[in-house]
C-alpha cells in the first residue's frame, strides 16, 4: 500500500528518539473496532426534520417561529436539531439555530454524548465545522462511550480539512487520548493510512513516542496495518 504515513512517521520518530527514550515493545494483536470509528425530550416533526436535511432555512424559521421545535426537541436516533443540521451538511440551517436562543453548540446528544462538533467530523463538513469553531464551540470535548475527541473522528474519515480547523484553535490538546484504549488522533490516523492526517498532526507538533494501552506507538498502528 501507500507508505507515506510510515515514511513520516518513522522520520518523526527517529527525531523524536534523539530526545526521549522510549521503552520497545512489539506490536500485538489490536482490536479493530476501536480505532475505526463509528464518533422523555419531544419529538422533532419530520416535516421539519426533512427542512434541516435539505437545508430549507426558511421552513426551519417558520418552524422555530411557531413553536413546532425547541433546543430539547430530538429525532428518533438521538440527534437534536443541532446535531442533525451537522450531520447533513447544512450551514444555513445551522447558522440559524446557532443564532436561536437556548441552543447550545455544545450540546450532547443523550445517546452517547456526541456533540454537533464531533457530529460534522464525523461527516467531513467544513462549513458546519467552521460556524461551530467560530461560535466557541469546546475542542476538547469527549463522548461518554469511550471519551472520544472530535479530533479522532476526522483522522478516522481522513478530513484532513477538517481537522486543519481544529488544529489552529487554540487550546486544542493534539494528543487527548481517547479514555477507553489511551489512542491518540495521530494513532488512529496512522492505523486508518490518512496520510495527510498523519502531516497535519505531525506539523502541530503531535507526540510520536506517545504509546496506547496496547504499549503500542503510531508508527507500531501504520506498520502492523501496512501503510
Known amino acids: 500500500g501507500n507508505n507515506a504515513p510510515i515514511s513520516l512517521l518513522l522520520a518523526a520518530s527517529l527525531t523524536s528518539a534523539m530526545h526521549t527514550s522510549a521503552m520497545h515493545t512489539s506490536p500485538s494483536a489490536v482490536s479493530v473496532n476501536f480505532l475505526r470509528f463509528r464518533g422523555g425530550a419531544a419529538a422533532v416533526p419530520k416535516a421539519v426534520e426533512k427542512s434541516i436535511m435539505v437545508d430549507d432555512e426558511a421552513k426551519l424559521l417558520q418552524a422555530l417561529r411557531s413553536g413546532q421545535i ?57 462549513g458546519c465545522v467552521t460556524l461551530l469553531l467560530n461560535a466557541g464551540a469546546e475542542v476538547n470535548l469527549q463522548e461518554f462511550t469511550a471519551g472520544t475527541p472530535a479530533l479522532h473522528y476526522a483522522c478516522r474519515w481522513g478530513h484532513a480539512d477538517c481537522l486543519a480547523a481544529l488544529l489552529r484553535r487554540p487550546g486544542v490538546k493534539v494528543d487527548l487520548a481517547r479514555d477507553l484504549d489511551g489512542v491518540s488522533a495521530l494513532h488512529v490516523a496512522a492505523f486508518n493510512g490518512q496520510d495527510a492526517c498523519v502531516t497535519a498532526l505531525l506539523t502541530a507538533r503531535a507526540s510520536t513516542a506517545q504509546r496506547s494501552r496496547e504499549h503500542l506507538s503510531a508508527l507500531d498502528y501504520a506498520c502492523r496495518e501496512g501503510h
Open 70 to 126: 425547541s433546543a430539547e426537541a430530538i429525532c428518533k436516533n438521538s440527534d437534536t436539531a443541532l446535531h442533525l443540521a451537522c450531520r447533513h451538511g447544512a450551514n444555513r440551517c445551522l447558522e440559524l439555530l446557532l443564532a436561536e436562543p437556548g441552543f447550545d453548540k455544545d450540546c450532547r446528544r443523550q445517546t452517547d454524548g456526541c456533540t454537533p462538533l464531533m457530529t460534522c467530523m464525523q461527516g467531513g463538513h467544513l
